[in-house]
């Protein structure tokens, strides 16, 4: 359940398009506008809406990743849509760098997921972006950078492993870039071309394999 308020303050226009905007976010939260924070608690307390296993995968992103994305008319009015870019080869850590500190679409509303880039081969990275505050942490470490005696030893693998390896790639393993992207008029054909522009051509991932250096621009404080 969402609260919307100083509806009174801008607009009709704009609380439509602001409220098609989380609709698109949390597809199925209800948005009740208010002025002056003024809500009848009947409206908001002891509703028995929470149901743990719809709210686990209302968020838009998790809809998207599971193909569950929901475009209602509402959303495509404001021109809000969203889609998966997903790719198994690395990011340039430069030129990944680049695109997010200079190119990255200002339409982009929220984005998640996870990624790797090559001066990092073994760390699982997540992602996350909401506006303008973009935040990067570890997500630990691939099941493939690890020797398969190794991993068959870890309960947790051996619990998911039909899983895991369902999409294990004969050269990069359970590695690859998965990222949600959420926002409003979004080129989004342009968007996955600059992606991939950004990923290592195959001379630099023959390069990362042999232990290449590749200078890392991510703060350290990421882990």
């Given at each position: 359940?969402i609260v919307?308020?100083?509806?009174d303050?801008?607009?009709?226009e704009?609380?439509?398009?602001?409220?098609?905007?989380?609709?698109?976010?949390?597809?199925?939260?209800?948005?009740?506008g208010?002025?002056?924070?003024?809500?009848a608690?009947?409206?908001?307390?002891n509703?028995?809406?929470?149901?743990?296993?719809?709210?686990?995968?209302?968020?838009?992103?998790?809809?998207?990743?599971?193909?569950l994305?929901?475009?209602?008319?509402?959303?495509?009015?404001?021109?809000?849509?969203?889609?998966?870019?997903?790719?198994?080869?690395?990011f340039?850590?430069?030129?990944?760098?680049?695109y997010?500190?200079?190119?990255?679409?200002?339409?982009?509303?929220?984005?998640?997921?996870?990624?790797?880039?090559a001066?990092?081969?073994?760390e699982?990275?997540?992602?996350?972006?909401a506006?303008g505050?973009?935040?990067a942490?570890?997500?630990?470490?691939?099941?493939?950078?690890?020797?398969?005696?190794?991993?068959?030893?870890?309960?947790?693998?051996?619990?998911?492993?039909?899983?895991?390896?369902k999409?294990?790639?004969?050269?990069f393993?359970?590695?690859?870039?998965?990222?949600?992207?959420?926002?409003?008029d979004?080129?989004?054909?342009?968007?996955?071309?600059?992606?991939?522009?950004?990923?290592?051509t195959?001379?630099e991932?023959?390069?990362?394999?042999?232990?290449?250096?590749?200078?890392?621009?991510?703060?350290?404080?990421?882990?």
């Amino acid at each position: 359940m969402i609260v919307l308020n100083k509806t009174d303050l801008v607009p009709a226009e704009k609380v439509a398009e602001i409220t098609a905007m989380l609709q698109g976010l949390n597809h199925g939260a209800v948005i009740i506008g208010t002025k002056h924070g003024k809500v009848a608690p009947k409206e908001i307390l002891n509703t028995g809406r929470f149901d743990y296993e719809i709210a686990s995968t209302s968020a838009g992103w998790i809809r998207e990743l599971m193909n569950l994305g929901t475009h209602t008319p509402e959303t495509e009015e404001y021109g809000f849509s969203s889609f998966v870019f997903r790719d198994k080869r690395p990011f340039h850590p430069e030129r990944f760098w680049q695109y997010l500190s200079e190119d990255f679409d200002g339409g982009i509303v929220r984005s998640k997921g996870m990624f790797w880039i090559a001066s990092r081969p073994s760390e699982a990275l997540n992602w996350s972006q909401a506006g303008g505050s973009l935040q990067a942490s570890s997500a630990g470490r691939w099941w493939a950078s690890m020797p398969l005696h190794r991993r068959m030893n870890i309960p947790s693998f051996l619990e998911a492993q039909e899983e895991i390896e369902k999409d294990w790639d004969p050269v990069f393993g359970d590695r690859g870039n998965e990222l949600v992207f959420i926002g409003q008029d979004m080129e989004q054909t342009r968007i996955k071309m600059e992606l991939r522009a950004c990923l290592c051509t195959p001379e630099e991932i023959e390069q990362m394999w042999k232990g290449g250096y590749f200078e890392d621009p991510f703060p350290e404080t990421m882990n």
